[in-house]
């Protein structure tokens, strides 16, 4: 029996089961999904099937305390795909081992959502290269143990993609795939109980098409249809994509806008049963084609909603999970200085099972949508409108003490309901500081960013720098004057990577310099000690002070309490902690029943029952 046959003989009750649960008893279209999983395990390369075997060895591979992730835009970092290549010294300096590239994939210009309506899911951007400079910077990654994450958006395509260009000349088989309709009686029905993603920017669910005279669904943008998964042709097409660009050499699948993925009348068309059904098919398909492959759902909801994209320990849907959530009530608890908020809601992550592993993160190439537990805050006497206001006026240093800058993203006046964008270094005072020239605002404003890295590498999953934040990159304004780019406010932190100022990162008088340092001595000490490992015992500490946050950890007898204090100024707090600790980043030693911390200052105290024990 050959490898592939074993693997398949292993899933095909359970692929056929839900195959048919969603396709009915269609046997032809079922054979044809076989067929192609054969066709993509033939043709991967025998360095890929020896990567699939190594990690196959080593399934918690991704839980451990080494990762460390960067997200980046390729043609900001370095102007292409060859680019990346080239500068891959950095990266492997910066300790990166796990790489995201945001879309690369062929987009039409000025209508591609930052890359996310594609128009060819085999073919690369030709500003950024080729299929074979992927191949290519894939496999100088796996030699240097860099796996590389790449997305893949599964919901829709760009109205200039094959499939949509048959449809707008008629062809019936190809209108199928997506959500055609002869008029507006049907799309009026799904208004009624679907909501909108961009209501100013492109609101509404669907979009006249006027070469083909029809109604089509259109759930983000109207240039970006959304594909018809009750279609088994769409299925087996888009796992075939998928399929291709892991032999591309593609290691982790980040699953774009995933509970958007199956539309039923009457509901809103979000988290729907068959989502997680389609999930675990594409988890086998990728176990039996390409199993050292990695699934990375695009979830973002607060933590109940999200986990059931885990699937169970027995039969999985995501490997990983963005944890939404904490970054945006991090940047809550930067706002208010007051930890309550964060800590339940960290609560709440660290009781769920260990298995589970999320992608943590302080920024991203998106923006901070204020997505918090208003229930919660209610019971402070919070409202939902006013409080969102506040913190969009606090990152926009429109608050007094706010040394923040950033800018609204989709506001809404109506609704209240604006977002924010800007760069962790902008939103944490270092631009205003800089453009000031006050040397206390700059080392107020660093001392920020630097906590929240610490903050960042404490919890338990991936961490995940944004490309230009370990050097402090600064808010871009040019955007502004790109016409094809002035309408998104997301392009503030999309800047391009100042390759100048990477040169200052080994001066440590320096802005670059004094950031790079401290996230470097910090991944370092994660990296050797195990009490990081994602198997660790998470608690929240209670230390009777509402500005400072206490995480515990405890793993292979091995203790570590760790303080974040978001206020700006000295506090005190006080534990029940009776032990000796040292502090991992000086080595001295410490009692934790009262602890000073300076402003924006943080502490990772360790003990070690270890070598307690040899003692």
């Known amino acids: ?36 999983l054969e066709k993509y395990h033939k043709e991967r390369s025998p360095k890929l ?29 370095a102007k292409d795909l060859k680019g990346v290549r080239e500068h891959l010294p950095y990266l492997k300096e910066t300790g990166i081992n796990y790489l995201h590239l945001m879309p690369i994939l062929e987009s039409p210009e000025g209508r591609s959502d930052g890359g996310y309506a594609v128009s060819d899911f085999r073919a690369v951007d030709k500003k950024l290269g080729t299929i074979e400079d992927l191949s290519a910077l894939a496999g100088d990654c796996h030699e240097e143990g860099i796996s590389i994450c790449l997305d893949f958006v599964m919901n829709h395509t760009s109205e200039d993609h094959e499939w949509a260009v048959k449809a707008k000349q008629g062809d019936i088989e190809a209108q199928k795939r997506y959500f055609f309709f002869d008029d507006w009686s049907i799309p009026n029905d799904f208004e009624k109980y679907v909501p909108q993603v961009f209501p100013t920017t492109a609101p509404g669910n ?41 032999n591309c050499g593609v290691d982790i699948v980040r699953l774009d806008a995933t509970p958007y993925i199956w ?6 068309c979000r988290n729907l049963p068959e989502v997680h059904v389609l999930v675990r098919l594409m988890h086998i398909a990728a176990e039996i084609v390409c199993p050292g492959t990695l699934l990375l759902g695009e979830v973002v909801m607060e933590p109940r909603e999200v986990v059931p994209y885990f699937g169970s320990v027995e039969k999985p849907e995501c490997h990983m999970l963005y944890n939404v959530t904490t970054m945006a009530s991090t940047w809550h608890t930067v706002a208010t200085k007051d930890v309550r908020l964060l800590s339940d809601q960290l609560g709440k992550v660290f009781a769920l099972p260990k298995e589970y592993v999320f992608l943590n993160y302080l920024r991203c190439h998106d923006d901070i949508g204020w997505g918090l537990d208003y229930g919660f805050l209610k019971g402070f006497g919070v409202d939902e409108v006013s409080h969102k206001k506040y913190l969009n006026d606090y990152f926009r240093g429109y608050v007094y003490g706010s040394e923040s800058r950033g800018e609204l993203y989709n506001d809404d006046p109506r609704l ?25 605002k700059l080392e107020r404003g660093i001392a920020l960013d630097i906590m929240l890295h610490a903050f960042l590498l404490t919890l338990s999953g991936i961490p995940v720098l944004y490309s230009g934040d370990e050097i402090g990159e600064l808010n871009d304004y040019t955007y502004h004057e790109d016409p094809l780019k002035a309408a998104d406010s997301r392009y503030l932190h999309r800047g391009s990577f100042p390759w100048e100022d990477a040169k200052n990162r080994n001066k440590k008088t320096t802005r670059e310099g004094k950031i790079y340092s401290a996230i470097a001595e910090l991944c370092g000490i994660r990296s050797a000690h195990t009490v990081f490992d994602s198997q660790a015992d998470t608690w929240i500490v209670e230390n009777w002070n509402t500005r400072v946050l206490s995480i515990g950890r405890y793993h292979d007898d091995e203790k570590m309490i760790a303080f974040f204090n978001f206020s700006p100024e000295s506090e005190t707090v006080h534990t029940a902690e009776q032990e000796e600790y040292t502090d991992m980043l000086t080595g001295n030693k410490a009692y934790l029943e009262t602890v000073e911390l300076p402003p924006y200052g943080f502490y990772w105290f360790m003990h070690d029952y270890k070598k307690k024990k040899k003692s």
């Not at 009750?13 to 044809?32: I, N, P, V």
């Not at 309901?417 to 205003?432: F, K, M």
């Open 416 to 440: 209240g309901d604006a977002r924010l964008c800007g760069t962790t270094a902008s939103l944490c005072g270092i631009e205003a500081a800089e453009y000031e020239k006050d040397e206390v």
């Open 1 to 36: 029996m050959t490898e592939f046959e074993k693997r398949l003989e292993k899933y095909y009750d359970e692929l056929k089961w839900h195959y048919f649960s969603l396709y009915g008893q269609d046997r032809k279209a079922f054979d044809y999904f076989l067929n192609m």
């Open 49 to 77: 099937k020896k990567w699939d075997r190594k990690r196959t060895a080593s399934p918690d591979w991704y839980r451990d305390n080494k990762r460390l992730g960067m997200l980046m835009y390729a043609d900001c970092f």
């Open 206 to 246: 669907f979009t006249w098409c006027e070469e083909a005279g029809k109604v089509v669904m259109t759930t983000f943008y109207p240039y970006q249809w959304d594909l018809n998964y009750r279609n088994p042709v769409v299925f087996n097409d888009m796992t075939a994509n998928m399929l291709y660009l892991c």
């Open 263 to 268: 539309k039923t009348l009457g509901t809103n």
